[in-house]
T-cell receptor, first 113, second 114 residues
Framework: SQQGEEDPQALSIQEGENATMNCSYK?????LQWYRQNSGRGLVHLIL?????REKHSGRLRVTLDTSKKSSSLLITASRAADTASYFC?????????????FGAGTRLAVHP | DVKVTQSSRYLVKRTGEKVFLECVQD?????MFWYRQDPGLGLRLIYF???????EKGDIPEGYSVSREKKERFSLILESASTNQTSMYLC?????????????FGDGTRLSIL
C-alpha cells in the first residue's frame, strides 16, 4: 500500500488563486518531500521538511507537517499557469533509513489563465 | 546545477528482447535509484544502489536487474521484456553525506514493449 496519499487527486483553479494539496501517510518518517512533475518529464524537488520541523517556506510555496496526524500540506500562493503540473509527496520512513522514498499517486493541478 | 541524464526519452522494443536503460549523473552522488511510474500508482522503486557494485532490491525487482560498475552510471536491465513492463522509467541520484537529502531525477524514459 502507498505510504503517501495525496488529496485531492485533481485540482483546477484560476491564475492568482491559492492551491492547497494534502498528503497523508501511515508510518513514522525521517522526512517528507514534495516534488513537481511537468507532463512527460522527470520529477523536480520542491521542498524537504524534516520530522522535527512544522513549517517550511520556499518562495510561493509553504509546506506544513503534522506528525501527530501523519499529514502534510503544500500551499502554492498566487498560482500561475506555469504551476500546472502533478505534485507528489514522498515520505522517507524510519524503517527504510534515508534511502527509501515512498511516493503517493500525486495531485494534478491545472491553473487556468 | 545537478544533472541526471537518461539515455533515451522514448524507446520501443519487442517482447523477449533484452533491454538496457542507461542513467548517468554528474553530481558524484553515491546513491542512485530506478523507479517505474504508472498512472494512478505513483512511483515504485525497482532497485537502488548505495555505491559502486552495491545494489539492493526495491519493491518491484522481478524481471529487472541492475549494474553499477562506475559511480556515475546506473543501468537498468530488462532481462526478457514483457508487455507489462511498458511504463515510464525514472532514474534518480542522491547524495549520501547526510540523511535528509532530496533525490534528483532524470527526464525519464518512456518504454513501450510490443
Amino acid at each position: 500500500s502507498q505510504q503517501g496519499e495525496e488529496d485531492p487527486q485533481a485540482l483546477s483553479i484560476q491564475e492568482g488563486e491559492n492551491a492547497t494539496m494534502n498528503c497523508s501517510y501511515k508510518t513514522s518518517i525521517n522526512n517528507l518531500q514534495w516534488y513537481r512533475q511537468n507532463s512527460g518529464r522527470g520529477l523536480v524537488h520542491l521542498i524537504l521538511i524534516r520530522s522535527n520541523e512544522r513549517e517550511k517556506h520556499s518562495g510561493r510555496l509553504r509546506v506544513t507537517l503534522d506528525t501527530s496526524k501523519k499529514s502534510s500540506s503544500l500551499l502554492i500562493t498566487a498560482s500561475r499557469a506555469a504551476d500546472t503540473a502533478s505534485y507528489f509527496c514522498a515520505t522517507a520512513p524510519i524503517s527504510g533509513g534515508y534511502n527509501k522514498l515512498i511516493f503517493g499517486a500525486g495531485t494534478r493541478l491545472a491553473v487556468h489563465p | 546545477d545537478v544533472k541526471v541524464t537518461q539515455s533515451s526519452r522514448y524507446l520501443v522494443k519487442r517482447t523477449g528482447e533484452k533491454v538496457f536503460l542507461e542513467c548517468v549523473q554528474d553530481m558524484d552522488h553515491e546513491n542512485m535509484f530506478w523507479y517505474r511510474q504508472d498512472p494512478g500508482l505513483g512511483l515504485r522503486l525497482i532497485y537502488f544502489s548505495y555505491d559502486v557494485k552495491m545494489k539492493e532490491k526495491g519493491d518491484i525487482p522481478e524481471g529487472y536487474s541492475v549494474s553499477r560498475e562506475k559511480k556515475e552510471r546506473f543501468s537498468l536491465i530488462l532481462e526478457s521484456a514483457s508487455t507489462n513492463q511498458t511504463s515510464m522509467y525514472l532514474c534518480a541520484g542522491r547524495r549520501q553525506a547526510s540523511g535528509n537529502q532530496p533525490q534528483h531525477f532524470g527526464d525519464g524514459t518512456r518504454l513501450s514493449i510490443l
